[in-house]
């Protein structure tokens, strides 16, 4: 008898998370720690790690490439978040992370505005890096959302707005255009902070945000970046 498609999809997550994920946990730490840093950003990311409260806004298909810089805020006694979906693709998301050190918080995902992250809010105003994905969980890839703004504002954090890139690698067939470095791949990161102007309505505060996070993106190339935007 055919499963229904909700559990043939459950059980495919069950394995990723269960089984795939522990074996290729290892090779996937050693390929992390292979990568070259080419430009820590060591001043900027000083001044980001000595504010007290901070949200990282970056885009979702650049986590893959922001697991080389863990290490850097941990070294700094720095503990990061992010704000994961609680769906079976942000509970994968989440267990991967955690691997490298990485917590998470789960979102509610039928509450409206971002009153499904008061633990995350929390967390941030407590001193831990809060790193949400702009761009949301579903997308569409590297269009701004309001929640990185809403939240900051809520936990009176500094925003800063984190690119990466990496010249050489395999782009993944996912709504985020994650992308995958080979080893030995040098990594670009590119930080900025972000102060919304008082004066502007939430609205456009995003529309700031977003056109300066896709700058960013675009002065190192970032593969991530859809080709519309470059």
């Known amino acids: 008898m055919k499963l229904p498609a909700n559990w043939r999809r459950r059980l495919r997550f069950f394995a990723l998370e269960q089984i795939l994920l522990p074996t290729s946990t290892p090779p996937l730490r050693m390929l992390v720690r292979s990568w070259r840093l080419r430009d820590k950003q060591d001043a900027v990311l000083r001044a980001m790690l ?19 810089y863990a290490p850097v805020a941990l070294a700094r006694g720095r503990r990061m978040v992010v704000l994961v979906s609680p769906s079976l693709d942000g509970r994968l998301l ?4 955690a691997r490298f050190g990485i917590d998470h918080v789960y979102g509610t995902s039928n509450a409206r505005g971002v009153s499904g992250a008061r633990e995350f809010i929390a967390r941030i105003a407590s001193g831990e890096i809060g790193i949400i994905a702009a761009d949301g969980p579903r997308g569409p890839c590297c269009v701004a ?65 977003q056109s300066e ?17 470059r």
């Open 50 to 68: 000595a504010a007290p409260r901070v949200v990282i806004a970056t885009w979702h298909g650049m986590f893959l490439h922001l697991l080389a």
């Open 94 to 97: 989440a267990a991967a992370l």
């Open 213 to 229: 996070m896709r700058a960013l993106a675009r002065s190192i190339a970032s593969p991530v970046l859809p080709p519309a935007y």
């Open 145 to 209: 959302k309001r929640g990185p703004l809403e939240i900051a504002a809520l936990a009176d954090a500094q925003v800063y707005l984190v690119s990466t890139s990496a010249h050489r690698g395999l782009t993944l067939p996912s709504w985020d255009r994650s992308h995958l470095p080979p080893p030995f791949a040098g990594i670009n990161l590119i930080v900025r902070p972000f102060t919304p102007s008082a004066a502007d309505d939430l609205n456009t505060q995003v529309q700031a945000m």
